[in-house]
């Protein structure tokens, strides 16, 4: 067993760590069956919601994705396999992993209340990390268990109003070629949370280069030509009308994962529809991803801090690399509560289920083939 200890917090205060700017590589997207295609056809751009909207509207007809299954890291694997085959190069980094897994480890120095549970390999390099999918199951089943206050919405509403808010908030198409009719309609949609938009991102914290996959909600104008040209992403939160200190306090914990979620893709604009107790939608919020931490130590209560976040990471991240040493499976864990992380080996060789036979059988052989027309060229940075 292998701990890496998270207090005291004191030794990863004071100017971060060197970040890389993230830079998307690669793409993929769900439909509405939730089925995979390695194109932009799930790209969603944003268009203001009418305010005073019900996002309790259609909660009957929710087309809500079953995420019982266990998709390990296939679609992100699937889609490096089809960049290393336009470029006849690995995809070179130290880690990869969705954005998920990434936050839950940045956040770790300021959310003692959530524990998490990974599962880890090495292959040719790279670790590659996934979420222990029996313990997110117990996770959600136990979040949802927890009883409501009399009056108030349930756990699986309030998720809702989330999915809706995207619904108001996002056309298929660009404002010009969009229709006034289907702007004006999104009331009456049907919310389906299949279809998704998944960027991949090249990013880096400190000494470690990190390839992350996640979903993006919807691009603020269009997507530039010059793939150098930072993306103009924005990601849609909802939450509740601030009424009392505690629900600053309540707000401020929220903003910890905004900010990490849309910091790791490289989102520059978050903006968080701002809802009544009971669900109705009434102004929106804008923020700057980069001014979020200010925000917090200046006029909030201080119960976070950014760069404390990315030193943590960064230190975490190269004792990560030096640990897991070995292929096998590799478990990483941290307890509610808990002031270490835990690191251990469950299966002394193999990869487990992380990587996909595809996955494996390409690097091992078809790579290694296709390569030999490129003359050692690298993957487009």
Known sequence: ??????????RFSGSSAAIRRP?????????????????????????PPNLGADLS????????????????LDSLLETIIALEKRNGARCETDIMTWRGM???????????????????????????????????????????????QPGAPSQNLMSYWGYKFETLSLMPDQWHPTSREYIESR????????????????????????????????????????????INWVELKTSAEIESDRDMLKYERKLLK?????????????????????????????LETKNIPGMVK?????????????????????????????????????????QVIEVFKQEDSGHGDILSREFIEWRSRGLSDIAKDFKGTNVAE
């Open 102 to 148: 990434m936050t839950k480890i940045m956040a770790t120095p300021f959310d003692n209340a959530n524990g998490f549970e990974m599962n880890a390999t090495r292959f040719q390099g790279t670790i590659f990390i996934e979420e222990n999918h029996e313990h997110k199951l117990e996770q959600k089943k136990a979040q949802h268990s927890q009883p409501s």
């Open 187 to 230: 009331e009456e949609l049907t919310v389906n949370n299949h279809a998704q938009y998944c960027s991949i991102v090249r990013t880096g914290i400190g000494k470690i280069k990190m390839v992350i996959g996640g979903e993006v909600d919807a691009v603020w104008d269009c997507k530039p030509d010059d793939k150098d040209v930072p």
């Open 57 to 72: 509207k259609g909660f009957a007809n929710f087309q809500q994705l079953d995420d019982t299954e266990d998709d390990h």
């Open 258 to 286: 905004f900010w990490i979620q849309s910091f790791l893709l490289g989102v520059p604009k978050i903006i968080v529809g701002v809802r009544s107790k009971d669900g109705f939608l009434q102004r929106l919020e804008e």
């Open 23 to 47: 830079k998307e590589i690669a793409y993929f997207s769900y439909d509405d069956g939730h089925r995979l295609h390695l194109d932009e056809r799930s790209l969603r751009y944003y268009y």
């Open 298 to 338: 200046r006029g909030g209560e201080g119960t976070w801090d950014g760069n404390l976040c990315i030193n943590f990471t960064a230190s975490f991240l190269d004792w990560l690399r030096s640990t897991v040493d070995t292929e096998g499976v590799w478990r990483i864990r941290r307890r509610e509560r808990s």
């Open 1 to 10: 067993m292998n701990y890496f200890g998270i207090q005291p917090l004191g």
